[in-house]
């Protein structure tokens, strides 16, 4: 019974995720997720307006919605400091969350259907989790819970994962909240240190690339003796 469940769990993800979806996109439900909607939603709460605004952030994933417009918002109702507080901490919730839904989902059929071909990806997956999640998460390469998801799929460990994602999404995050305080109070000036900060943090990869790759190739050498 147990080796049936894991045959079929990710098929049964699979059509409860369509139906959710079909229902979402049917009825229009994400228009109320708009930035004015957010707003909001969050000025309603009064002091608990944080705390919602991380709770949605946390459920992002699970309809895919981009973290940008999260984050910018964040910065119109939060300011800078506060805003990529309380957005750092919905979506480091939120991809341990897909993580996991990954993980127990996918895996198996992976597993089942790809076990050799994954020896190789789960063993550098594995000795390099932390890396791998971090300098995805600081390179705006792939969707963020494109990252969580996958990485749920791998043999990285969650503290790994966990410790990647606090660490990588902070530039980034930063940068998009401080775009968003910006609207509040728009000058020249602030624009240009906005653009200044994005430039920034697409550099950080290519900064530590060589340092990188020596760690990688150290760690090869070690296996392998």
Do not use: C
């Amino acid at each position: 019974m147990r080796t049936a469940w894991k045959d079929i769990k990710l098929y049964v993800f699979i059509a409860i995720a369509a139906l959710v979806a079909f229902i979402i996109y049917k009825y229009s439900l994400l228009d109320y997720l708009s930035e004015e909607n957010m707003e909001r939603i969050v000025k309603a709460a009064g002091h608990w307006g944080p705390l919602v605004f991380i709770g949605i952030n946390v459920l992002r994933p699970l309809f895919l919605l981009p973290v940008g417009l999260f984050s910018v918002v964040a910065g119109i109702m939060f300011g800078p400091i506060y805003g990529t507080i309380y957005t750092s901490i919905g979506v480091i919730i939120g991809s341990v969350l897909a993580f996991y839904i990954a993980k127990y989902f996918g895996r198996d059929f992976l597993i089942k259907h790809f076990g050799d071909k994954l020896k190789t990806f789960d063993r550098i997956s594995n000795d390099h989790g932390f890396i791998i999640v971090m300098l995805l998460r600081i390179t705006p390469i792939l969707p963020v819970d494109a990252i969580s998801y996958g990485a749920g799929l791998s043999q990285i460990s969650v503290w790994d994962f966990l410790s990647g994602t606090a660490i990588g999404i902070l530039p980034g995050t930063f940068v998009y909240v401080y775009m968003g305080s910006v609207f509040r109070n728009l000058s020249v000036k602030k624009v240009i240190i906005a653009v200044i900060l994005f430039a920034a943090a697409m550099l950080i990869p290519l900064i530590w690339k060589d340092d990188i790759k020596a760690m990688l190739s150290n760690n090869n050498d070690k296996k392998d003796a």
